[in-house]
């Protein structure tokens, strides 16, 4: 099993940037690929971001495109995810989420392992 916990949320306004984090425990030798969704309030869960564990290749959103930046700290099993000029649309729960497979990056229901979530709050 993999365990991630996400931190860093908080209420910020728009134009601000914010940095969230994720750590990984457990069966981390397992892991290929680790991601960011986020959900706001009456909308489904939407693919943010993800990396390779091993190789550091990314893909983003279109909407967070220039704006986010997702990392990983190999020895420290963190995950992050560097926010700019955020907007009152970023709003959400934000979650980490971790799996074993190469395939499917952006589809939530290809990550078994999830966190709790981060609440992120822009105000305008």
């Known amino acids: 099993q993999v365990q991630v916990v996400e931190s860093g949320g908080g209420l910020v306004q728009a134009g601000d940037s914010l940095r969230l984090s994720c750590a990984a425990s457990?069966?981390?030798?397992?892991?290929?690929?680790m991601g960011w969704f986020r959900q706001a309030p009456g909308k489904e869960r939407e693919f943010v971001a993800a990396?390779?564990?091993?190789?550091?290749?990314?893909t983003y959103a279109d909407s967070v495109k220039g704006r986010f930046t997702i990392s990983r700290d190999n020895a420290k099993n963190l995950m992050y995810l560097q926010m700019t000029s955020l907007k009152t649309e970023d709003t959400a729960v934000y979650y980490c989420?971790?799996?074993?497979?190469?395939?499917?990056?952006?589809?939530?229901?290809?990550?078994?392992?999830w966190g709790q979530g981060t609440q992120v709050t822009v105000s305008g």
């Open positions: 989420a971790a799996k074993r497979t190469i395939t499917g990056w952006t589809d939530p229901s290809e990550y078994p392992y």
């Open positions: 990396i390779t564990w091993s190789g550091g290749s990314t």
């Open positions: 457990g069966r981390t030798w397992n892991i290929y690929t």
